[in-house]
């Protein structure tokens, strides 16, 4: 089985995506993005190894999540092991969001992205922005980053579909 390189691991949050989530954070980000919430992430080294099963035990130890959030770092620079997890979550019926510093079109262009890309409900995407910061906006942090219904997106390749918040 595939292993997670992991920064963190939240048992149940509110705040990074709807309803009650296990959220997971990924271990190295290329982006680099000045004013990162979780620039200690960005580094590519050994943090916290664990494999898919056991991440799945743990999720499976909490029957009333209603999904998992992939965040980093970037989860798209580990997307064979974060892609077995997700198609593993999706068929628990587990809503899966994932946060990028990576374009939907560059992640639908990319073959090996793809391999988590086809199993995310939600993506939120871009590079974080500082001069574009705004801490109002619900679950992302600037005006650039994009929230997609992934699975819409798929069917309509190349046009995204945005799922409308407010602000």
């Not at 004013?35 to 200690?40: P, S």
């Not at 992430?41 to 943090?47: D, K, S």
């Not at 974060?82 to 019926?93: M, P, V």
Request: proline share 5%; charged share 25%.
């Amino acid at each position: 089985m595939d292993k997670l390189n992991l920064g963190g691991i939240i048992k149940e949050s509110i705040v990074d995506g709807p309803g009650i989530r296990f959220v997971l954070f990924a271990q190295g980000c290329r982006h680099n993005c000045p004013g990162c919430f979780n620039q200690e992430l960005q580094a590519f080294r050994e943090n916290a190894i664990y494999t898919v099963s056991q991440v799945l035990d743990m999720i499976d130890a909490l029957p009333h999540l209603d999904g998992i959030t992939l965040s980093g770092g970037d989860p798209f620079e580990q997307a064979d092991a974060f892609g077995e997890l997700a198609k593993a979550c999706r068929s628990r019926r587990l809503n899966i969001w994932a946060y990028t510093g990576y374009t939907f079109e560059e992640l639908i262009a990319d073959p090996e992205y793809r391999i988590l890309l086809e199993e995310i409900d939600v993506l939120v995407d871009g590079p974080f922005l500082f001069e574009e910061k705004d801490p109002l906006l619900p679950f992302r942090g600037s005006r650039n980053q994009r929230i997609i219904d992934v699975q819409s997106s798929l069917l309509s390749a190349p046009n995204v579909r945005l799922i409308r918040t407010t602000n």
